[in-house]
């Protein structure tokens, strides 16, 4: 039972008991596989410690073992090993060329029915169409979308109607705190430029 339905239970004018049946999935020593393993992929690897998920991870380039090391995560050198054996799978990449459609029909297919799709990147990284299929012929159980394309969505994509997926309207950054402290370091990033000195946010270091 997910967070989303559970909210709608609560609220909804027909609710006249919680019943005993509703039951969610186990995140505690769970797999939890990470595609994009980059400083926000690590982050996410941090925080799934805490919950003794089991971390697999699939980067273009491996961690350094003692990064590995500090919070479990074992190496999948082919994405197609992490895709069969996690029970989470969350998208950190960024898109390029490579990336686009980096989750289509087959790699649906790879996971397990059991099985949820996160993506907290960008929206095509994920082949959309082929998401409304598996997610209604049950061949992943769940998805959760930070991202979609476009954003957003048009309100009568079929994403919309189903009932096994949360979509958020891309506010994985979406706090106060957040929000300031990049503006802080745009504007260290500006100042730097106008000094001449090193930008300590380089996007494309030379």
């Known amino acids: 039972m997910s967070l989303h339905s559970g909210c709608q239970i609560a609220v909804s ?15 505690t020593r769970a797999t939890l596989g990470i595609i994009g ?9 941090q925080r799934a410690r805490a919950f003794d998920m089991r971390i697999l991870y699939h980067n273009r380039n491996r961690r350094r073992k003692e990064d590995e090391e500090a919070v479990g995560a074992h190496y999948c050198a082919k994405m197609e ?6 029970d989470f799978v969350m998208l950190v990449v960024n898109l ?10 087959k790699e649906l297919g790879l996971m397990k029915p059991t099985a949820t799709l ?9 082949d959309q169409d082929a998401l409304v299929e598996a997610l209604q012929n049950k061949v992943i159980r769940a ?4 991202v979609t394309y476009p954003e957003p969505l048009p309100r009568d994509h079929p994403l919309l109607k189903l009932n096994n ?3 958020t309207p891309h506010i994985g950054t979406a706090t106060v705190q957040a929000v300031h402290m990049m503006a802080e370091e745009a504007i260290a990033n ?14 494309f270091p030379k």
Request: no cysteine.
């Open 13 to 27: 004018p027909d609710t006249k008991y919680f019943a005993v049946d509703w039951l969610g999935v186990e995140v």
């Open 37 to 45: 393993m980059g400083s926000i992929g690590y982050r996410v690897a």
């Open 81 to 86: 090993d992490l895709l069969q054996q996690s």
């Open 96 to 105: 390029t060329p490579e990336t686009h459609k980096l989750i289509g029909k």
């Open 118 to 126: 996160i993506n907290i990147s960008r929206g095509a990284v994920i």
């Open 143 to 146: 998805a959760a979308l930070d």
């Open 165 to 167: 997926i949360i979509i």
């Open 190 to 203: 500006i100042l730097a430029v106008l000094n001449g000195q090193p930008i300590p946010s380089e996007v």
